[in-house]
């Protein structure tokens, strides 16, 4: 072989070399073992539990210094807390893990900040939740957009907004999924509630019921159980109604939500 042609094939290994995937990072056996515990927990119905693994996660992660884990764990936490009742707990969560992107000139999470959007509903904060789920709607994410086109139907339903509702429902997304499929039967459910269509509106609204219970959404399936009973009430089923209400209100009892579940009781009663 040539000189030249020597030089030839030794540029073209040191290329190949060069164009070799880097080593992948080694995994942290402590975070993922936490990780994967608050998964199971969750899988569980256990949100408390999970919490407490995805925060000793959390702080494994921000030893490590990694976001990606930082964010990923933050957001199962944040799930964790808004699922054990703690929405101010989630919405803190929320906001830490974007203040940290927000350092290191990363984009925000649509996912994270539907979170926080959820929190501040949760919280009473009803206008702050419907303009950053606004927000939420234009982005790229679509099941967070979808997210928040339900999260702005239950604040313009409660709120007395019919045409916002309707605007709400509209944007759901047909298809998207079991969790969607109840967001959307959910909003149909209120607003067929408000255009006096009682019977349509208590079968939107237990067709939900079943596919949250399916999904151990049980706070998700309390309310919209409420729902049900209201349909049935204002179609003078008092029986129906009572016995509706009556498992809302217990299921959130059980899920240690007493400001839900009296006066869903005292309602049955």
């Known amino acids: ?39 199971n927990a969750l899988d569980l119905d256990r949100p408390e539990e999970a919490a407490t693994q995805f925060q000793a996660a959390l702080t494994q992660a921000e030893a490590r210094d990694d976001l990606n884990a930082i964010v990923q764990i933050s957001f199962n936490l944040a799930v964790s807390q808004l699922r054990a009742n703690r929405p101010a707990d989630a919405l803190a ?34 206008g702050q939740a419907d303009a950053l789920a606004s927000e939420i709607e234009t982005g790229a994410d679509v099941d967070s957009a979808a997210g928040a086109s339900f999260l702005r139907g239950l604040i313009a339903d409660e709120a007395g907004n019919e045409p916002g509702l ?32 009682f019977v349509a509106a208590r079968n939107s609204a237990l067709e939900a019921a079943a596919i949250r219970q399916r999904g151990l959404d049980y706070r998700g399936m309390a309310r919209v159980l409420a729902v049900a009973g209201l349909a049935a009430e204002r179609a003078g089923d008092a029986e129906g109604a009572a016995d509706l209400y009556l498992r809302a209100g217990r299921s959130a009892a059980a899920q240690s939500d007493p400001a839900t579940a009296r006066p869903l009781l005292q309602r049955a009663e």
């Open 166 to 197: 309707q605007q709400a429902l509209a944007r759901l997304p047909i298809g998207g999924g079991p969790v969607r499929e109840a967001d959307r039967l959910e909003l149909q459910a209120r607003l067929q509630l408000r255009e006096n269509g």
């Open 1 to 39: 072989m040539s000189l030249s042609g020597r030089w030839s094939l030794l540029l073209l290994l040191a290329a190949a070399a060069c164009a070799k995937d880097p080593p992948p990072v080694p995994e942290d056996p402590v975070m993922t073992r936490n990780a994967e515990a608050g998964e």
């Open 93 to 126: 969560t929320a906001q830490r893990a974007q203040d940290e992107l927000s350092r290191r000139n990363a984009q925000p999470s649509q996912s994270l900040r539907l979170v926080a959007a959820t929190a501040l509903y949760r919280t009473g904060n009803a």
